[in-house]
């Protein structure tokens, strides 16, 4: 569900995405703003194709407006297509208990005793600040549409290397027929059998 909000008096197009394991904000939006950019702390994206992606960075505890909501979350670094800023999984387990309603696009819950109603954007496309002026760098962008899930620690996108070194002849390229078994598969004929050519024709049922 798309829907404009605000952070820091930037109007942003921010994205509420189930499939999002954690949030993003695009750099050019967090280097705009009046809050340290932890680059300390850096993570690994995986999306859709399968392409590890590394964030820039994380910014903790920013403020942000949706439609008279306001919270504080923390967001990877990372520059998407489509919008300014993605609101995840880590997002939604804050809200508790979440009534949608998908055809009218809206998204209702409860925070701390008060009832909040979103809703998301019904008629034209929205567009995001970043697309308005600038993307920033061009390196590592992903499009919103190939965003996924999940984050991985490095070292788990090689862990599969040991294994296909260790059973290579397992995994290499055939070059030739499969090399003779102690029982290879045939199927016995009865002795004088010549060559076997029937005209196809109906069966019957008998």
């Given at each position: 569900?798309?829907?404009?909000?605000?952070?820091?008096?930037?109007?942003?197009?921010?994205?509420?995405?189930s499939g999002a394991d954690k949030s993003f904000i695009n750099l050019w939006i967090?280097?705009?703003?009046?809050?340290?950019?932890?680059?300390?702390?850096?993570?690994?994206?995986?999306?859709?194709?399968?392409?590890?992606?590394?964030?820039?960075?994380?910014?903790?505890?920013?403020?942000?407006?949706?439609?008279?909501?306001?919270?504080?979350?923390?967001?990877?670094?990372?520059?998407?297509?489509?919008?300014?800023?993605?609101?995840?999984?880590?997002?939604?387990?804050?809200?508790?208990?979440?009534?949608?309603?998908?055809?009218?696009?809206?998204?209702e819950f409860t925070v701390e005793g008060s009832n909040h109603r979103i809703m998301?954007?019904?008629?034209?496309?929205?567009?995001?600040?970043?697309?308005?002026?600038?993307?920033?760098?061009?390196?590592?962008?992903?499009?919103?549409?190939?965003?996924?899930?999940?984050?991985?620690?490095?070292?788990?996108?090689?862990?599969?290397?040991?294994?296909?070194?260790?059973?290579?002849?397992?995994?290499?390229?055939?070059?030739?027929?499969?090399?003779?078994?102690?029982?290879?598969?045939?199927?016995?004929?009865?002795?004088?059998?010549?060559?076997?050519?029937?005209?196809?024709?109906?069966?019957?049922?008998?």
């Amino acid at each position: 569900m798309k829907l404009m909000g605000q952070i820091q008096g930037i109007p942003i197009l921010v994205f509420i995405y189930s499939g999002a394991d954690k949030s993003f904000i695009n750099l050019w939006i967090a280097e705009h703003l009046r809050h340290p950019i932890d680059r300390t702390c850096t993570e690994i994206v995986v999306v859709a194709s399968g392409s590890p992606l590394k964030t820039k960075g994380m910014l903790r505890q920013v403020p942000v407006q949706i439609q008279g909501y306001e919270f504080k979350h923390d967001y990877r670094l990372l520059n998407v297509i489509g919008c300014d800023m993605v609101l995840g999984m880590d997002w939604l387990e804050t809200l508790g208990l979440v009534g949608w309603h998908f055809k009218h696009r809206t998204m209702e819950f409860t925070v701390e005793g008060s009832n909040h109603r979103i809703m998301g954007a019904m008629n034209g496309p929205l567009q995001p600040t970043t697309q308005i002026c600038q993307l920033g760098s061009k390196e590592n962008i992903v499009d919103i549409n190939f965003l996924i899930h999940e984050t991985t620690d490095p070292k788990s996108i090689s862990v599969s290397e040991p294994l296909l070194n260790q059973f290579a002849d397992l995994f290499s390229t055939s070059t030739g027929l499969p090399p003779k078994k102690s029982i290879d598969h045939q199927i016995p004929l009865l002795p004088g059998t010549g060559p076997i050519s029937v005209i196809p024709y109906r069966y019957s049922h008998s």
